[in-house]
């Protein structure tokens, strides 16, 4: 490969880390092994005064640092998001359904053609049909639409290419401070 920093990172479409690289899955390395890349990423991804790990980007998209107006600030080396999502009433935005009906009688357990009629003492849904003229419709209760749902997850994937990450750890230049 041509002429790398210690510490930068690239895709590599290889099932092998060449020589002088490691794959960046987060692997835990001695600090005394590698002091030449501890200085350069410290305990950014993780570890203590003896290991240090590198960045995992296994199943993860890299993410640019820094924050800007109306951005949630990333520092280098944060994780974070989740490949499954699950939907609920605290993430859709308010707002009301309107379910009509008329004020005549039920004549049908079929809603094709129909509205639901006005019988206070059934329980289950009987509708008005064929009728002409159309009486009086009008809006129902609000407190008739219930919110349902299963929670099911939803994939919060999208569309990618799998390929991996690898780390110069010896052999590169060493990237000066300014």
């Known amino acids: 490969?041509?002429?790398?920093?210690?510490?930068?990172?690239?895709?590599?479409?290889?099932?092998?880390?060449?020589?002088?690289?490691?794959?960046?899955?987060?692997?835990?390395?001695?600090?005394?092994?590698?002091?030449?890349?501890?200085?350069?990423?410290?305990?950014t991804y993780g570890g203590d005064a003896t290991n240090f790990n590198l960045p995992h980007l296994g199943l993860r998209l890299p993410l640019g640092f820094g924050n800007g107006p109306g951005l949630t600030p990333r520092p280098i080396g944060e994780s974070g998001g989740s490949p499954t999502y699950s939907l609920n009433l605290n993430n859709m935005p308010l707002h009301t359904h309107t379910l009509f009906g008329v004020t005549n009688k039920p004549t049908s357990n079929s809603p094709v053609n129909a509205f639901l009629g006005s019988n206070p003492t059934r329980t289950t849904a009987k509708f008005k049909s064929g009728v002409e003229p159309l009486p009086p419709i009008v809006a129902l209760d609000a407190m008739s639409i219930k919110a349902t749902g299963q929670g099911t997850p939803i994939s919060n994937d999208q569309p990618a290419l799998t390929i991996r990450f690898i780390i110069c750890v010896t052999g590169g230049e060493y990237p000066n401070r300014p």
């Not at 790398?4 to 099932?15: C, L, P, R, S, V």
């Not at 794959?23 to 990423?41: A, D, H, K, M, W």
């Open 1 to 43: 490969m041509l002429e790398a920093y210690i510490g930068e990172i690239t895709m590599f479409a290889g099932d092998f880390a060449p020589k002088d690289w490691a794959f960046c899955e987060g692997q835990s390395i001695p600090v005394r092994q590698n002091t030449t890349l501890y200085s350069v990423i410290g305990n």
